[in-house]
């Protein structure tokens, strides 16, 4: 089957194509190129890469000629970056999903629509969020995933366009742009620059393998019913549980661990029950701890020009304007 893969050259994105091969598949990968996009992360791969935008019809009406379904990964994906701009998140997220929900109206393709488990805001102890659980966003990010995804079960139910959401807990593995906790804290350990926890650091969220959320979205493309959702949980740990656990692993100084000013909005935990993926048959194969993690950390030390690359140029501007401030204070 050829599959259109937007926001390929991203970091689940770049996984999941190499699944797709894997699994005798031919994708096709649209992606604007955007400051988490980036060629090297398919390098080896032999994948066609169409550079484009998906709220522009006409790319992606070019990029998915004769493709037979579509997975959108394409989105504007940092909290932080969010809540210092959200215009591109709109136009992504929001006019993005629209675009490629037309396509799969006018061709007839099957997409999968990935979203995450931001998009019902977060839980205090106890409970865990299911699929027909109401929305409630918290971040300028999830916000406009929220209204992305929410698009998805009205075009199936309205046009009857064959599309599927998946809803993925925090992802981790190789290639992940160091904006994120784990690549951020685990390239600063090994450069000896402080890991900046913000607040208390007692946050939870559930961490799932790239391979194991992969493995879920390939499954709904060929299972999942038209206008349903799936979770796709991971493992519960406390921010300063993988903090700590990233700095045995590093052999980093402890001191380094710098509470900073907290995020605003910050949610406090997501939880989420995954029973419905499960009952199609889907297992994660990685655990966090025993293999997962530790596998993680020696990707990103043995790839240090990966990471000296992505870490340079705007990134510096980023992290100026991100973390300057709350670490001087
Ligand atoms: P990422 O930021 O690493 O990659 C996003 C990719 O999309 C980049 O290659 C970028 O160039 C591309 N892109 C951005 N805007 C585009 C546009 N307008 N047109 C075409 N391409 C565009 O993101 P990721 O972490 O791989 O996330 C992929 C998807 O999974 C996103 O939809 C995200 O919301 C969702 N998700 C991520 C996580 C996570 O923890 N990373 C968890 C659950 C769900
Ligand atoms: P992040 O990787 O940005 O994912 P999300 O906000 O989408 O869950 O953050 C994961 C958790 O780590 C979240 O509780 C915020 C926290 N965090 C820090 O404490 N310091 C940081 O520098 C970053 C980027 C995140």
């Given at each position: 089957m050829r599959v259109l893969v937007?926001?390929?050259?991203?970091?689940?994105?770049?996984?999941?194509?190499?699944?797709?091969?894997?699994?005798?598949?031919?994708?096709?990968?649209?992606?604007?190129?955007?400051?988490a996009g980036n060629p090297a992360n398919l390098d080896g791969v032999e994948v066609k890469l169409v550079v484009g935008d998906i709220a522009d019809p006409d790319a992606v009406a070019s990029a998915g000629e004769g493709c037979e379904s579509a997975v959108n990964f394409a989105a504007e994906t940092h909290v932080d970056r969010s809540i210092?701009?959200?215009?591109?998140?709109?136009?992504?997220?929001?006019i993005g999903t629209q675009v490629m929900l037309e396509?799969?109206?006018?061709?007839?393709?099957?997409?999968?629509?990935?979203?995450?488990?931001?998009?019902?805001?977060?839980?205090?102890?106890?409970?865990?969020?299911?699929?027909?659980?109401?929305?409630?966003?918290?971040?300028?990010?999830?916000?406009?995933?929220?209204?992305?995804?929410?698009?998805v079960p009205a075009y199936a139910r309205t046009y009857g366009v064959n599309a599927s959401v998946t809803r993925g807990a925090n992802?981790?593995?190789?290639r992940q742009f160091p904006e994120k906790l784990i690549p951020l804290f685990v390239t600063n350990a090994l450069d000896g620059l402080p890991l900046p926890v913000y607040g208390d650091g007692h946050q939870v969220r559930e961490w799932l393998h790239a391979e194991d959320?992969?493995?879920?979205?390939?499954?709904?493309?060929?299972?999942?019913?038209?206008?349903?959702?799936?979770?796709?949980?991971?493992?519960?740990?406390?921010?300063?549980?993988?903090?700590?656990?990233?700095?045995?692993?590093?052999?980093?100084?402890?001191?380094?661990?710098?509470?900073?000013?907290?995020?605003?909005?910050?949610?406090?935990?997501?939880?989420?029950?995954?029973?419905?993926?499960?009952?199609?048959?889907w297992a994660p194969a990685h655990s966090f701890g025993e293999r997962g993690l530790p596998d993680t950390v020696a990707w990103y030390s043995e790839n240090r020009a990966w990471c000296d690359n992505v870490k340079s140029g705007d990134y510096r501007a980023y992290y100026e304007e991100q973390y300057s401030a709350r670490l001087k204070a």
């Open positions: 937007t926001g390929g050259a991203g970091f689940i994105g770049s996984h999941f194509v190499r699944r797709l091969l894997a699994s005798g598949h031919e994708p096709v990968v649209l992606d604007k190129l955007t400051y210092l701009g959200a215009r591109e998140f709109a136009m992504t997220n929001v396509w799969a109206r006018t061709t007839g393709a099957r997409l999968v629509h990935v979203s995450t488990d931001e998009v019902y805001g977060d839980l205090e102890a106890g409970g865990r969020s299911r699929e027909d659980d109401p929305l409630r966003p918290s971040s300028p990010y999830s916000a406009t995933k929220a209204a992305g995804d929410l698009l992802t981790y593995g190789a959320h992969s493995a879920a979205i390939e499954l709904v493309l060929h299972e999942g019913a038209p206008g349903e959702i799936y979770n796709v949980g991971g493992e519960d740990h406390e921010n300063l549980e993988v903090t700590h656990r990233i700095l045995e692993l590093t052999g980093a100084d402890p001191s380094l661990v710098t509470h900073v000013e907290d995020r605003a909005g910050h949610d406090r935990r997501y939880a989420i029950d995954d029973a419905k993926l499960r009952a199609l048959g």
